[in-house]
């Protein structure tokens, strides 16, 4: 089958299309991205010239460019990543965050109502749930938990959460969601907590932990999250939602100080800065549906995991070498230079 992958330059789609390729060599990819400031070409330079792969730049606002698209390549399944992602850049301007994460969303699934689909899936999150206390360790969310989002970026997505069940039920049109905690691995852009340390770190410079540090997400390795994706495609049933997590609970504070540890840099790096605005306290998801319906767990320990993307830092200077000295320095200057 042909599978259009949205937002396959950034970190978890460019990890899906590696997934694939390897693994279902009987299918085509189609690779849609804007590459915005968190899309970047080089990382998909190994897959460029693979006869089982297309890439095409394209912004899915762009309701022309996308029907033109179906048209030509006729995609069995869709599988939307393409999103703005960044908490801090949505309390920074909300805007481009309601146009691509909803308004996309909805061409995306228009050019699938008119051209015909087996599937398309929606890549959620688990922060359409809002946030949990840190006091009550046995509550996790569910599939069945309430929308509750804290932050322009998880209103925006839980608004396109609404959409695609909308469009289900009055379109008929066959949807999955997946909502999944915190990501971390190969390729994830040095903005978000673990890549931003990471390089900091690496650079010596002040590791920027927000407010107490005490705040709580459940990270799961990202290709176990692909392989969470490739089981809903096939065997995951239409119209509903799966949460996808690994009970795998850290402090952020904890994060950091075991990046400082394995890089062997000094926790006197650490800098207490001021908090996030509506800073989610605590993540958790409950994955008990995933696992008994399509037999889904993820495999990769943390301690594994967070060694293994260390060292692909270090072996992938270059990589985010590039996108730090770039742009990059202007956001940073503004997110950090006066915390
Ligand atoms: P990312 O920011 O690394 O990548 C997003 C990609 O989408 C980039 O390549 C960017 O160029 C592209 N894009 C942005 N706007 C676009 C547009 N208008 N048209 C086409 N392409 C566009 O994000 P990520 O961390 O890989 O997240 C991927 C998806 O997974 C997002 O939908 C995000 O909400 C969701 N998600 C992420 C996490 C996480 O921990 N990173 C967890 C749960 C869910
Ligand atoms: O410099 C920092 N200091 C810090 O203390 C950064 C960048 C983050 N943090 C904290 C904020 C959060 O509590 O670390 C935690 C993780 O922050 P992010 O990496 O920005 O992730 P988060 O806000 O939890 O959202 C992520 O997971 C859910 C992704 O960015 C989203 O796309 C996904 O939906």
């Known amino acids: 089958m042909t599978i259009l992958v949205t937002g396959g330059a950034g970190f978890i789609g460019s990890n899906f299309i590696f997934f694939m390729l390897e693994n279902h060599p009987e299918d085509r990819i189609v690779c849609l991205d804007k590459l915005t400031y968190a899309g970047n070409l080089s990382t998909l ?63 995306l699934m228009d050019a699938c109502r008119k051209y015909g689909i087996q599937r398309f899936h929606q890549v959620g999150t688990d922060e359409v749930y809002g946030d949990l206390p840190l006091d009550r360790p046995d509550l996790f969310f569910t599939e069945t938990t309430p ?42 852009f040095p903005e978000k907590l673990i890549p931003l340390m990471i390089a900091n770190a690496l650079n010596d410079k002040p ?44 402090r952020n504070i904890d994060i ?4 400082c540890k394995t890089l062997g840099k000094p926790e006197s790096l650490i800098t207490y800065v001021t908090d996030r605005k509506g800073h989610d306290m605590r993540y958790a998801i409950d994955p008990a549906k995933i696992h008994s319906e399509l037999g889904w767990l993820p495999e990769t320990k943390f301690a594994d995991g967070i060694r293994k993307t260390i060292q692909w830092y270090l072996d992938h200077k270059t990589w985010w070498e590039e996108i730090i000295s770039g742009d990059y320095q202007n956001y940073y200057q503004r997110m950090y230079g006066n915390r």
């Open 45 to 107: 330079k190994d897959v460029m010239d693979d006869p089982n792969f297309r890439f095409v730049k394209l912004d899915i606002c762009d309701r022309e460019g996308v029907y033109k698209l179906f048209e030509e390549e006729k995609p069995d399944v869709v599988v939307n990543f393409a999103a703005e992602s960044h908490v801090d850049r949505s309390i920074e301007n909300p805007e481009v965050f309601l146009q691509t994460n909803i308004l996309g969303t909805q061409v």
């Open 147 to 188: 929308i509750h989002a804290s932050s322009p970026y998880s209103a925006s997505k839980a608004s396109a959460d609404l959409l695609v069940l909308a469009y289900h039920r009055t379109f008929g049109l066959p949807v999955t969601i997946s909502r999944c905690s915190n990501n971390y691995g190969p390729y994830q």
């Open 207 to 250: 590791l920027p932990v927000y407010g107490k540090g005490e705040n709580v997400r459940d990270w799961l390795y990202v290709e176990d999250h692909c392989k969470a994706i490739d089981r809903i495609l096939r065997e995951g049933r239409d119209g509903e939602v799966y949460n996808i997590g690994g009970h795998n609970e850290m």
């Open 256 to 259: 950091v100080k075991l990046i």
